[in-house]
């Protein structure tokens, strides 16, 4: 009884100086230039999207990413991992895209932190995405019971491709106490594949676009994962369906946008003999406004069998700057029935 009081005590405290910590960075963001956002580590070896994207944004939100040693029908997941891993991490996100002798330059940095615990992913793995599917529960095995925590930083340059901001190349990091990882990438974002559908001079033009990246991860142990994979390629090709409009520095915003995005990485995981345990993954994507959701799943190939290999995720994240952005616009706007003055 002592210990469990204790633990809740703990996170508790853990819990209340994440907010604090987002809340300072929060302020900062929102007196300061534009920003936009990225995932953070682990999501990227678990399957989520792992482009830079092309517009100025400040997200926060939360980020599920969960990994089981064994399936749903009892196989056990071939790794050096023994127990379940459920990072539940608080995320704030700020990227800078600059101006002036640095035009075409961005910079990351995303921070997150995990009161890591069984739940509230094993809920959604079960209850929902399996329950959906139709599909065996997965067990959990001597769930981690810690704070996690995770820094991501990275800086892209742009080039244009027939438009602005649509070839990217960049590195970027990865501490904490998962993992350590430093990282080079590069590819295309958003590079339509189709006419103009629909064009809206306010909301934009509606299209089909894609895109690619690839990336190579040099990676070290964590307090988490102990053994890794000492380096890992990745590649992840994506096609997008909505409605996008260009700024006049050249950033393309999606005023709302569907995405799915399939990956294949050499691994982050290992198993007993140092042998890496490959990945293949999809990734759907769902956004509208400043409100963007988010899930993925290593069960590709397998979609109508189980889930092939022990992790998903999902996250559910909001765009604070454009939310500001709006709430400035409409408070600028003047009133169009004012009556006229006599």
């Known amino acids: 009884m002592k210990r469990e009081l204790s633990l809740r005590v703990t996170l508790w405290s853990w819990r209340r100086r994440a907010m604090q910590i987002s809340g300072v960075l929060l302020l900062v963001g929102l007196i300061s230039t534009p920003a936009w956002s990225e995932n953070p580590a682990p999501s990227v070896h678990w399957g989520s999207t792992a482009f830079p994207d092309q517009y100025s944004t400040l997200t926060g939100g939360l980020t599920l990413n969960r990994f089981t040693p064994v399936d749903g029908l009892g196989n056990k997941y071939d790794s050096t991992v023994g127990n379940t891993l459920g990072f539940n991490l608080i995320t704030l996100s700020w990227t800078q895209h600059w101006g002036g002798i640095f035009q075409g330059w961005s910079t990351n940095l995303t921070a997150g932190i995990s009161p890591t615990a069984d739940e509230p992913s094993q809920y959604f793995q079960n209850k929902v995405v399996h329950q959906l599917r139709q599909l065996p529960t997965v067990p959990t095995v001597d769930a981690r019971k810690e704070t996690d925590v995770m820094i991501d930083g990275s800086v892209t340059r742009w080039f244009p491709l027939f438009r602005p901001k649509v070839i990217f190349a960049g590195a970027g990091f ?13 590819g295309i974002r958003r590079m339509p594949i189709t006419p103009t559908l629909y064009h809206s001079e306010t909301w934009g033009d509606v299209s089909l676009r894609a895109s690619v990246l690839g990336r190579i991860s040099y990676q070290d142990n964590g307090a988490v994962l102990h053994a890794v994979r000492s380096t890992a390629g990745l590649v992840q090709p994506a096609i997008a369906f909505g409605q ?31 042998q890496s345990q490959k990945q293949f993954a999809w990734s759907l994507a769902a956004s509208a406004g400043p409100v ?42 003047p009133a169009t029935d004012q009556p006229a003055a006599s």
Do not use: C
């Not at 990865?174 to 590069?186: K, N």
């Not at 709302?256 to 003999?273: C, H, K, P, R, Y």
């Not at 590709?300 to 994240?317: F, I, K, N, Q």
């Open 244 to 274: 996008y409009r260009t700024t006049e520095s050249g950033e393309t915003i999606p005023t709302w946008e569907i995405e799915l995005a399939l990956m294949w990485d050499s691994g982050i995981f290992v198993n007993t003999t140092g």
């Open 174 to 186: 990865s501490v904490g106490t998962i993992y350590q990882q430093g990282f080079l990438r590069a």
């Open 292 to 333: 963007r959701f988010e899930t993925w799943n290593d069960s590709m190939g397998h979609l109508s069998e189980r889930d092939y290999g022990p992790s998903y995720g999902v996250a559910l994240t909001v765009d604070v700057l454009r939310v500001w952005n709006v709430m400035q616009d409409f408070r600028m706007k």
